[in-house]
């Protein structure tokens, strides 16, 4: 069975950082676009990051220059480094793989990130 499980969630200072996981079981990641979503209250949901199987990244334009996202395939665990993080950005963060055989898609449980001073 296919899952995606996030970790590295957290309650942070505006300023900080914080280093999400996405690690996966039952998959070999290669094969999968990946991405970070995020949903703060009251809001729609929001794709903040992704990386292709190929590796190639998109932002969104209020994460760039703050936020990296990178895999590891051999670790079949996808990341998120986020810096200068800003009240703005909490929310919950979920990962996103989907196959580039099969188009089937998984999102992970979900972690709270909680910027605050």
């Known amino acids: 069975q296919v899952q995606f499980v996030e970790s590295g969630g957290g309650l942070v200072q505006p300023g900080g950082s914080l280093r999400l996981s996405c690690a996966a079981s039952g998959a070999i990641i290669n094969i999968y676009n990946m991405g970070w979503y995020r949903r703060a209250p009251g809001k729609q949901r929001e794709l903040v990051a992704s990386?292709?199987?190929?590796?190639?990244?998109n932002y969104v334009d209020s994460v760039k220059g703050r936020f990296t996202i990178s895999r590891d395939n051999a670790k079949t665990t996808m990341y998120l480094q986020m810096n200068s993080l800003k009240p703005e950005d909490t929310a919950v963060y979920y990962c996103?793989?989907?196959?580039?055989?099969?188009?089937?898609?998984?999102w992970g449980q979900g972690t709270q990130v909680t910027v605050s001073s």
């Open positions: 990386i292709s199987s190929g590796g190639s990244t």
């Open positions: 996103t793989a989907k196959s580039i055989l099969t188009n089937r898609e998984y």
